[in-house]
């Protein structure tokens, strides 16, 4: 394999013998290349920010719990400055609450850090490819997280943002509209449509608008 075959990679965790070691393995993987590495969530956005299109990462594994910005919200500013990124979180807690989280945030994969090398090399590819690997172990406390969601009431499962997405749904704003005025992608506006239509087990926009305004889920005035 070339090195213009090579996906590139970013290793983002605040601990410098952890991204050593992930750096030093990765290195002996020929299908990745480590491009950049950060020592916090602020400095992943900022590294980023500061790369040439044509060298930012492919992938970027990141941890999940770091001091000030967390991987969680990382890697939702992340998505919304560069949504062609994929992002898969590493951890060494499994926190049901955390999983569907970091899910929400548009992480492609949860993993962790108990995994195998091989396992970890996997979860890349799959990540390369939009495609999400989940142990079971991780799988299964996402669906708890989400049964507990669903259990609270459907409005209290929601955040900010797809609070925000909302309530101009329930205005009829277009994924153009609310993109321009909450400053995110469509994309990006698109998966919050999405994780909305899921967690309220509905099937199409028109139906959202219609709960949200029988809900009284709808923008103060």
Known sequence: ????????????????????GLRTYLML?????????AGSGEEAVKTLAGMPDEGKPDVVLMDLMMPGMDGVETTRQVLEAHPHLKIVLLTSFLEDEKVVAAIEAGAVSYVLKTVSAEELIYALN?????????????SQALTRGLRQRSSQGADEGLTEREKEVLYLVAEGRSNKEIA?????????????????LMKCELEDRTQLAVLAHRKGWIRPV
């Open 1 to 20: 394999m070339s090195e213009a075959d090579k996906w590139k990679l970013m290793i983002v965790d605040d601990h410098d013998m952890v991204r050593a």
């Open 29 to 37: 993987e020929p299908k990745f290349e480590v491009v950049a590495e």
């Open 126 to 138: 799959g990540a390369v490819r939009g495609m999400p690997v989940m142990t079971g172990d991780v």
């Open 180 to 196: 321009e005025e909450l400053h995110i992608s469509i994309k990006t506006v698109k998966t919050h449509v999405s994780n909305l």
